[in-house]
């Protein structure tokens, strides 16, 4: 046997037996790197569709330029990439449910900017469970890993549809742009007609986090009401808000699509880098923005006084709206990132030094964990019918000086909890 297949042979038999042993806690890892991207070396997205009773179909979406292309006997160039998915209950019960491996060759000479792979992952659970990704590159050895949360418990889950654009390739979110046209496939063939209910909603800014939150309770009457054929393709959705889509009218659940304004994630419009600088102005400066016949300027004044030159104006807007950029791709749910507890504490401290995860909270800490210089946010999850992504902060008057400390630091001209 060549030393090169007897090497390829080892690491693929190294991946196997890593990715089996999951008999550890995953509650007690840090899982800071789920919303660091940098310190990730690939950026594979996933989607997942109860495609009957029995079936899961996955999809993964990756980057072949993240990936190490081999010369090959017959002079090309391959990358080579093993993806296996274990299905576990939880964050803490990580025994192994059910499992599927693939394994993944393309060529430098076909290299597109992505590529999606297909895997099929059959099972009998029925509950709400865990997806365990390991995405390997046989020919650097490494290997990272992934989690997606299944639901085939609700009835109907939002992963008993999928939607999928004009070229039948899933979309890999759950938010709309004004020119996507979609398609959406339902795992019940027989079903011939989903019902729509159309929302637009102003929601509240985030309250912070010393402050006590009084949700109003969500008003589920509709803008409107409209059908929607299984058989209707191409798909567009203009108008701005959330479309709930469910083939039951009697239950809340159903799917979800978003459409947000401007060049969602980013935030360039005036208008909108105004709302979102919220957290950080007071009142009467918001009002006075708000009026000015000029928002263009109104915000550029604001950076350049508290920034108190150009150039460190422009890496404070870019360190903010960056930020509130980041929120918005992680922390989406019933509206923006950047408004929900999450993308607030993001937005205002920055990136935590570490992230515990289990089914039903996330605990956010910034500094050492134990210590009592360090400060800790405690979030749980909202049982929401339109979003999984809906987190709730518990919050503390203790945390009063902590928040007005750190905003007081931006105006200052400098991002809290950043290295400038």
Same mark, same amino acid.
């Given at each position: 046997?060549?030393?090169?297949?007897?090497?390829?042979?080892?690491?693929?038999?190294?991946?196997?037996?890593?990715?089996?042993?999951?008999?550890? $806690?995953?509650?007690?890892?840090?899982?800071?790197?789920?919303?660091?991207?940098?310190?990730?070396?690939?950026?594979?997205?996933?989607?997942?569709?109860?495609?009957?009773?029995?079936?899961?179909?996955?999809?993964?979406?990756?980057?072949?330029?993240?990936?190490?292309?081999?010369?090959?006997?017959?002079?090309?160039?391959?990358?080579?990439?093993?993806?296996?998915?274990?299905?576990?209950?939880?964050?803490?019960?990580?025994? #192994?449910?059910?499992?599927?491996?693939?394994?993944?060759?393309?060529?430098?000479?076909?290299?597109?900017?992505?590529?999606?792979?297909? #895997?099929? #992952?059959?099972?009998?659970?029925?509950?709400?469970?865990?997806?365990?990704? !390991?995405?390997?590159?046989?020919?650097?050895?490494?290997?990272? $890993?992934?989690?997606?949360?299944?639901?085939?418990?609700?009835?109907?889950?939002?992963?008993?549809? #999928?939607?999928?654009?004009?070229?039948?390739?899933?979309?890999?979110?759950? %938010?709309?742009?004004?020119?996507?046209?979609?398609?959406?496939?339902?795992?019940?063939?027989?079903?011939?007609?989903?019902?729509?209910?159309?929302?637009?909603?102003?929601?509240?800014?985030?309250?912070?986090?010393?402050?006590?939150?009084?949700?109003?309770?969500?008003?589920?009457?509709?803008?409107?009401?409209?059908?929607?054929? +299984? $058989?209707?393709?191409?798909?567009? !959705?203009?108008?701005?808000?959330?479309?709930?889509? =469910?083939?039951?009218?009697?239950?809340?659940?159903?799917?979800?699509?978003?459409?947000?304004?401007?060049? %969602?994630?980013?935030?360039?419009?005036?208008?909108?880098?105004?709302?979102?600088?919220?957290?950080?102005?007071? =009142?009467?400066?918001?009002?006075?923005? =708000?009026?000015?016949?000029?928002?263009?300027?109104? &915000?550029?004044?604001?950076?350049?006084?508290?920034?108190?030159?150009?150039?460190?104006?422009?890496?404070?807007?870019?360190?903010?709206?960056?930020?509130?950029?980041?929120?918005? =791709?992680?922390?989406?749910?019933?509206?923006?990132?950047?408004?929900?507890?999450?993308?607030? &504490?993001?937005?205002?401290?920055?990136?935590?030094?570490?992230?515990?995860?289990?089914?039903?909270?996330?605990?956010?800490?910034?500094?050492?964990?134990?210590?009592?210089?360090?400060?800790?946010?405690?979030? +749980?999850?909202?049982?929401?019918?339109?979003?999984?992504?809906?987190?709730?902060?518990?919050?503390?008057?203790?945390?009063?000086?902590?928040?007005?400390?750190?905003?007081?630091?931006?105006?200052?001209?400098?991002?809290?909890?950043?290295? %400038?």
């Amino acid at each position: 046997m060549p030393f090169k297949t007897f090497k390829n042979l080892l690491f693929f038999l190294f991946f196997i037996f890593v990715s089996c042993f999951t008999t550890r $806690d995953m509650s007690t890892m840090n899982m800071v790197s789920s919303y660091r991207e940098s310190e990730h070396l690939f950026h594979p997205d996933f989607v997942a569709w109860n495609k009957n009773d029995t079936t899961v179909q996955i999809y993964c979406r990756i980057k072949p330029s993240e990936f190490l292309f081999e010369r090959h006997s017959d002079d090309s160039f391959k990358a080579r990439v093993n993806i296996r998915v274990e299905l576990i209950e939880s964050y803490e019960v990580t025994k #192994l449910t059910d499992s599927v491996t693939g394994s993944f060759v393309f060529n430098i000479a076909d290299k597109p900017d992505y590529l999606i792979l297909p #895997l099929t #992952l059959h099972t009998h659970n029925h509950g709400k469970s865990l997806l365990h990704f !390991f995405v390997m590159d046989n020919n650097k050895g490494v290997q990272e $890993d992934f989690f997606l949360s299944l639901d085939r418990l609700s009835n109907p889950s939002r992963q008993d549809f #999928l939607v999928t654009n004009s070229k039948n390739e899933p979309i890999f979110r759950n %938010y709309l742009f004004s020119s996507d046209s979609i398609n959406i496939t339902y795992k019940d063939k027989s079903f011939k007609n989903f019902i729509c209910y159309f929302y637009h909603r102003d929601f509240d800014l985030a309250a912070p986090p010393y402050s006590f939150d009084v949700r109003s309770e969500f008003n589920y009457r509709p803008d409107s009401i409209f059908s929607i054929s +299984i $058989d209707k393709k191409n798909m567009v !959705f203009e108008k701005e808000g959330f479309y709930h889509i =469910k083939s039951d009218t009697a239950r809340n659940d159903g799917l979800t699509l978003f459409r947000f304004s401007g060049n %969602y994630p980013e935030i360039t419009n005036p208008k909108q880098m105004i709302e979102a600088a919220r957290y950080l102005i007071s =009142k009467k400066e918001y009002d006075e923005m =708000k009026s000015a016949p000029s928002p263009k300027a109104m &915000i550029e004044n604001f950076w350049l006084t508290h920034g108190g030159n150009e150039e460190r104006s422009r890496l404070l807007i870019k360190k903010y709206y960056g930020r509130v950029r980041d929120a918005n =791709k992680y922390f989406a749910s019933y509206t923006e990132g950047w408004r929900t507890d999450r993308g607030m &504490i993001y937005t205002i401290f920055g990136m935590p030094n570490s992230i515990y995860k289990s089914p039903e909270s996330e605990s956010w800490t910034y500094g050492t964990v134990n210590s009592s210089l360090a400060l800790n946010f405690f979030f +749980i999850k909202v049982n929401n019918p339109f979003t999984e992504n809906d987190y709730s902060l518990s919050r503390s008057p203790s945390y009063e000086s902590n928040w007005f400390r750190a905003v007081e630091i931006w105006r200052q001209g400098r991002a809290y909890n950043s290295f %400038y």
